[in-house]
């Protein structure tokens, strides 16, 4: 599986910015999709994850009702939307895809990674 994420850029707090992870090989096996983010200094952390079985999500509550992950199947995609952006949410966006988990907040759970994409938000 091969995972390339795009979208990323700088905002005003407040703005609005939508990230798009698209996968390639074997998609038909993902279980969960999911991205994280390392701000400088910090350990990567989870966002928000989307199961590929059941179309359920799941949050960090630090983005809970700000940010909306969703899955294309046109583009074989998944995006995140995210909305009300703040200082605190700059950081490079990574997703990723695991085989065995639908909807884990745990990196080490994931299998597959994309490169990254820089978000950051100006005060």
């Known amino acids: 599986v091969q995972l390339q994420a795009s979208g990323g850029g700088s905002v005003q707090a407040g703005g609005s910015l939508t990230l798009s992870c698209v996968t390639s090989g074997r998609t038909f096996s993902r279980t969960g999709m999911a991205w994280f983010r390392q701000a400088p200094g910090k350990e990567r952390a989870f966002v928000a994850s989307f199961s590929m079985i059941g179309n359920h999500t799941t949050y960090a509550d630090s983005v809970k009702g700000r940010f909306t992950i969703s899955k294309d199947n046109a583009k074989n995609s998944i995006s995140l939307q995210m909305t009300s952006l703040k200082p605190e949410d700059t950081a490079v966006y990574y997703c990723?895809?695991?085989?065995?988990?639908?909807?884990?907040?745990?990196?080490?759970?994931?299998?597959?990674w994309g490169q990254g994409t820089q978000v950051t938000v100006s005060s």
């Open positions: 990723a895809a695991s085989m065995l988990f639908e909807m884990s907040r745990a990196s080490r759970d994931y299998e597959y």
